[in-house]
């Protein structure tokens, strides 16, 4: 690189340095936030679960409520139940595997009334850093649980936690209450090229 080039690649880094600097000086709140993670794309749970294992990291404290428990056990469930930091994580699992052929209303009903009552608690107790809902929005769409109480319930929790919600088509009103909402689409998946499910990739 020339002299020339080298001189204007610096100033450019400089006045980049100048905004990234300023951006982080008017980022003075400290309070908990509410983080959807929405869109058809690959990635929601993981990236939730690496938010939870990022937060466990730092010796916090977290509650995990899963409203759609799948028929394999997922590696990142098999690993927290294995993991020593366990101790700092309160889980639940919803009881009957909800199925998109609705069978049984009411057993799903009950089922997503019980792993809410748990989320509930999660939302009151001001011990917890995290919450993740790991499939909450389904919930939401299908009317197992009422939105206006889910959302009055995560506005209300404890100033300094936060809540991490995943899952396809998020009613906006949920949209609306994230602090941080991430949409990952869906450019390609491998499933639909014919690679059949892989553990440790897809469960
Ligand atoms: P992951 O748990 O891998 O982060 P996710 O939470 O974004 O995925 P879900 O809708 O919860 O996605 O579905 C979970 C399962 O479905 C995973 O096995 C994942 O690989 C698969 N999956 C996710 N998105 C797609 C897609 N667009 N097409 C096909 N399969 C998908
Ligand atoms: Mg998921």
Do not use: C
Request: no cysteine; charged share 25%; proline share 2%.
């Amino acid at each position: 690189m020339d002299e020339d080039r080298k001189q204007s690649h610096n100033e450019r880094m400089q006045r980049k340095k100048e905004v990234v600097d300023a951006a982080i000086g008017r980022a003075q709140e400290e309070r908990g936030i509410v983080i959807l993670i929405t869109g058809n794309g690959k990635g929601k749970t993981t990236s939730a679960f690496g938010t939870l294992y990022r937060a466990l990291g730092h010796g916090q404290r977290a509650g995990v409520v899963q409203f759609i428990k799948g028929t394999q056990a997922t590696g990142e469930v098999i690993f927290l139940q294995q993991h020593p930091a366990t101790a700092a994580v309160q889980y639940h699992a919803m009881a009957t595997g909800f199925t998109w052929n609705t069978q049984n209303w009411e057993a799903d009903k009950r089922a997503a009334d019980e792993a809410w009552a748990h989320a509930r608690r999660m939302l009151a107790d001001p011990a917890l850093n995290l919450v993740l809902l790991d499939e909450l929005t389904y919930m939401l769409k299908y009317n197992y649980l009422d939105t206006a109480e889910v959302v009055a319930a995560i506005r209300a929790r404890p100033a300094m936690q936060t809540v991490l919600v995943t899952g396809r088509a998020a009613k906006p009103e949920l949209a609306e209450l994230a602090d941080t909402v991430s949409e990952i689409a869906d450019r390609k998946h491998a499933f639909r090229a014919g690679v059949k499910a892989q553990a440790g990739i897809d469960f």
